[in-house]
């Protein structure tokens, strides 16, 4: 079993930045590949970007490449998401996920086993 708890969520400006972190219990963080998602009000989750066990490989949505970065801090069991040139139209509630084994990289909400309860990013423009 993982517990999730996302953190760096805020009202930030278009253009602006943020980091958003995600802390994962347990002792077997590297043996999770990593997910971002996001949910605006009246739309389904969409994938955001991944990140495998070991940190080697990403993969992004067409949306946010170039501007988003996602990288993992194994020691510290916390993934994280970079978000650069930020657009209102990334406003959305944003969650991460664990994917037991993770040995690709998955676009789909239904390969992930565990998941964050989400926080909130605004960008006003």
């Known amino acids: 079993q993982v517990q999730l708890v996302e953190s760096g969520g805020g009202l930030v400006q278009a253009g602006g930045s943020l980091r958003l972190s995600c802390v994962a219990s347990?002792?077997?963080?590297?043996?999770?590949?990593m997910g971002w998602f996001r949910q605006a009000p009246g739309k389904e989750r969409e994938f955001v970007a991944a990140i495998s066990r070991s940190g080697g490989s990403t993969r992004y949505a067409d949306s946010v490449k170039g501007r988003f970065t996602i990288f993992r801090d194994n020691a510290k069991n916390t993934a994280y998401l970079q978000m650069n040139s930020l657009k209102p139209e990334d406003t959305a509630v944003y969650y991460c996920?664990?994917?037991?084994?993770?040995?690709?990289?998955?676009?789909?909400?239904?390969?992930?086993?565990?998941w964050g309860q989400g926080t909130q990013v605004t960008v006003s423009s």
């Open positions: 347990g002792r077997t963080f590297s043996s999770y590949a």
């Open positions: 996920a664990a994917e037991r084994g993770g040995l690709l990289l998955h676009i789909s909400s239904a390969s992930y086993d565990y």
